[in-house]
């Protein structure tokens, strides 16, 4: 019997959060081209390119956040909700894009650094700064689903930049070397790829199936069995529908099958309330139909000793 609990509550904040996001980025992203190509920094070029990849990520977001709050339906049975996993991960293939142009502008420039003006890369790496703490203050504000998460990622990787391009207008301004601007550049790229790689192995688990993270299997198994009335659980699931969305299957086995109407609840709110499981479909079975079970070898029974 299958506990409906889902909430759409956090793509309508995500994607609001989100749209204001890319207002921001794509403003400020179109001043640091103009600068960018006025001071001829690769810092400020890369960070506004950086941004406008940004951008259409976080329409991408947007999109993904809107999609998954539809309702479910006869051809999506647990809605659209995955639409903000499949948002985080355009988001991740975007940013390793991005990565791969800033890395080969950096050594490019190393062989051959041309003259960059500190002022105007100072000026606008100082206001580019201002514009990300923003933004991300917002995001971080918001709901932390993965969609966002991607998101954050991107706008970190923002900040990190105009760092970079403030660290650099402030280094040339005071009579340093130009060589410094690839140079951070290629740390800031180092950085971002670090995390992206992170999101991206998040990913990877909710679209395999995996286990959420946090949630320990036999600690669900082991939880479930303290219920009075439940001697034991096998053939146990439990998998995310999205970063805020985590849903278990599982065969329960009754000392009778008389007290489950009183079980199912207590069950569905211990795994909703101690693991988060909004999402719980439990089969009762009584002690005759586990012996059937036991003695079918393609039964796929699991006790919660070997539940990992």
């Not at 890369?121 to 703490?133: A, D, K, S, T, Y």
């Not at 969305?245 to 009183?262: G, K």
Request: glycine share 10%; net charge negative.
């Amino acid at each position: 019997m299958p506990d409906h609990s889902h909430s759409h509550s956090h793509s309508h904040g995500s994607g609001k959060t989100l749209l204001f996001a890319l207002v921001f980025t794509t403003g400020f992203a179109i001043i640091e081209v103009i600068g960018g190509l006025m001071a001829d920094s690769l810092a400020l070029l890369s960070d506004a390119g950086h941004m406008l990849t940004d951008s259409l990520s976080l329409g991408v977001g947007a999109f993904a956040a809107w999609l998954a709050s539809k309702p479910a339906s006869n051809h999506h049975s647990f809605g659209l909700q995955r639409a903000e996993v499949l948002g985080a991960l355009v988001n991740v293939l975007f940013m390793f894009g991005v990565i791969a142009y800033i890395a080969y502008e950096a050594i490019r420039r190393l062989a051959d650094t041309p003259e960059v003006n500190g002022g105007v890369v100072l000026v606008i790496g100082g206001v580019g700064l201002l514009v990300n703490i923003i933004v991300a203050w917002v995001l971080m504000r918001g709901e932390r689903t993965m969609n966002v998460r991607g998101a954050l990622l991107h706008v970190m990787g923002d900040l990190l930049g105009s760092i970079a391009a403030l660290a650099t207008g402030a280094t040339i301004y005071l009579g340093g070397p130009s060589i410094v601007d690839p140079l951070l550049s290629l740390f800031v790229s180092l950085l971002i790829f670090v995390s992206a790689v992170r999101l991206l192995r998040e990913v990877v688990r909710v679209l395999m199936e995996g286990v959420p993270h946090g949630i320990d299997a036999h600690e669900v198994g082991q939880a479930l069995t303290e219920i009075e009335g439940v001697r034991a659980v096998h053939d146990m699931h439990i998998w995310s529908l999205s970063s805020s969305s985590h849903a278990l299957a599982a065969h329960v086995d009754l000392e009778t099958m008389v007290r489950w109407e009183t079980v199912l609840p207590q069950l569905q709110t211990m795994l909703r309330e101690r693991f988060g499981i909004s999402h719980s479909t439990l089969q009762p079975e009584d002690t005759a139909a586990r012996r059937a079970c036991d003695a079918d070898p393609d039964c796929g029974v699991q006790n919660t000793e070997q539940v990992k």
